[in-house]
């Protein structure tokens, strides 16, 4: 096989990928100075410009007269072959097309540009004749920091003074002014900063991915333990070995605000914060973080999903936390899920995977059943906490009236901790304040205009809200469909109404509602979650926002009013999320010195799901819940991949369904079946008609081969649109 040539000579024959929707490599000219293999360009394409980056020689099946040249290198490091390899495999695994895949790894804003400068300012050589209190201030902080410079609003801030205060320092040479590049690494992490003493769990633990790490060479970890074990701390240690061996660490994180207290970890740990990139970082740190992790100035960065398309120099570490979280995969755009491609990357560059949870996803287990990946394993609970007590209320033979939820069992638990000055949690997997908005005269039930779904009140913002598109609009007084007045009336509860009821039962605690649509922003959640740990509330109510891991220590109930509520869809997967939600929630109780106690209103206590919860024997529910997936041949024994057609106009859905369908020849050549079409779960969204189609193959067939063949036919004509989800977890 012909080595691709790394570097290629002024005039010679480049393919360049480009982030524009074409279906190939584009034949260019090497500009003058050459450019490197992976080298970012930008390149002429019709009238205009566009990004690409070097992919290798060109094809030479293109009018050679006609190929025009790269205009410019942009001043971004090449990418790695690693990364470019990473980007292919993916795309093949998705069935993404490389323009979609290149756009994934290049949101860097003004990537390319110029190194951008900014104002620093630090100590003069002269005094102004006139001082005044101010400036004395200003002096005194530059002064206190020997030598040290800092921008204007520190400046400014520091000193407790305007600029135009430290402007006219400057003017007279009282301070120096200086330009300085922006984007500057990030402060060095001392992987023997401050460690704790382990226990004997973590610190075997620890031991072993610590080797593990500094084989250099790829695999893959489950690291499971109950809530509070110190995984946590645990994976830190993995991260302190990849940072003495000089190379670079990644933690991927579910959902945003648990961020700033993981960098608060970080920090205590390395004595310093590592890098973030997810959507609340601003443009301009994005930048610096992009171009810090290809040039090894961010050890460590912690992220969303997308970071792992970021150009780490020398990627040795990828953890997942919570690696069971369905946040992980990304439901539009690219159809990806982040724990399997931390995998795939870290295959490729040599690097270690660890999957910590406290309740793996089925594929992880069965993973790690098979020998695929190793285990570790953490039993018990750090210091003196204890895994909270669990128990169902029979809601059949509570005694309780009609639009409320808080059963008298459950209120009585509430009472007593708040009585002792405790916390308690009540929980529900539900935004808003009711599901239903129902007409009393004529039944009619308020839905989204565009979509086949209901709106959902939400009292907190005064709109019914689409929770599929969207959509908003103000409650009515009036029904849309018989126009009687005052007749609309909320049916079923929502966290909102949720906490209504709970402040008129307890009417001296102090409510805190934590919902992700009640926060304007990440920092306001981070700001919630830190007063409820400090004690700043006494009756906490939730939605899915507070079962990602966050400590807080005070509490020691949670209530559960809806156990049911998960395992009513017809989803594959509904048994192991709901066993999951459940044991995740009941894990926020006693993390500190109290026990907890976790109480789940059921109305069907003896469901064989409610029961694996209850008995905590997690063992017993995998082997069952494995037994039905591998007897059914789905995943993680067998394969599945979702065809969503859709278009405005509902008879054109069909009939490239039924067309898909007639023709599934490569997929029978490869045993696998097709399934469908039929009217997705929500039929309608934002206007358009959605059909589903289902294939399903047995384990170890080349399934997306087969798929790309059986799709390429069919040319997607006018409005509508074809979707492929390899490896499905919602089936809406
Ligand atoms: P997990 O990630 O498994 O939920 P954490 O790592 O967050 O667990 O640990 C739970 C709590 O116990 C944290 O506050 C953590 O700082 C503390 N903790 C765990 N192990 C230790 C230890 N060896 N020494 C001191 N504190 C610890
Ligand atoms: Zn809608």
Redesign the pocket.
Known sequence: MALTPSYFDEGALIGVLTTQPLDRVLDYRAPEGGCHLGAFVEVPLGPRKVLGVVWGPGQGDYELSKIRSVIRVLDAAPMREELMSFLTRAGEYTLTPMPAMLRLATRAPGLGDPPSMRKIYRLGDTTPDRMTDARTRVLEVLRDMGGLSLTLRELAEAAGVTTSVVKGLAKLGAVREEDSPRDTPFPTLDPSYAG????DD?TAASATLRAAVATRIYGTTLLK??????????YLEAVAECLSQGRQALVLLPEIALTSEFIT?VDARFGTKPAEWHSGVTITDRRRVWKMVAQGGAQLVVGARSSLFLPFRDLGLVVVDEEHDTSYKQEDGVLYNARDMAVLRASICGAQVIL?S?TPSLESWANADAGKYAKIE?TSR??AAVMPDMRAIDMRTEDLPGSSWISPTLRRAVQQRLDNSEQALLFINRRGYAPVTICRACGHQIGCDQCDARMVEHRFLKRLVCHQCGETKPLPNVCPHCEAEDKLAAVGPGVERLAEEAQALFPDARLAVLSSDMFGSARAIKAEIETIASGGADLIIGTQLVAK?H?FPLLTLVGVIDADLGLQGSDLRAAERTFQLMRQVAGRAG?ADKPGQALMQTYQPEHPVIRAILSGDEQDFWAAEAGERRAAGVPPYGRLAGIILSSTDVQEVFDLGNALARNDGPLRRVGAQVFGPAPAPIARVRGRHRVRLLVKAPKGVALQPALAEWVAPFRLKGELRMAIDIDPQSFY
């Open positions: 704790k003493d382990l226990t973590q333990g109950v809530t509070g074990s110190g995984k946590t701390e645990v970890r910590a406290a953490l750090f210091g891991g400590n993390r």
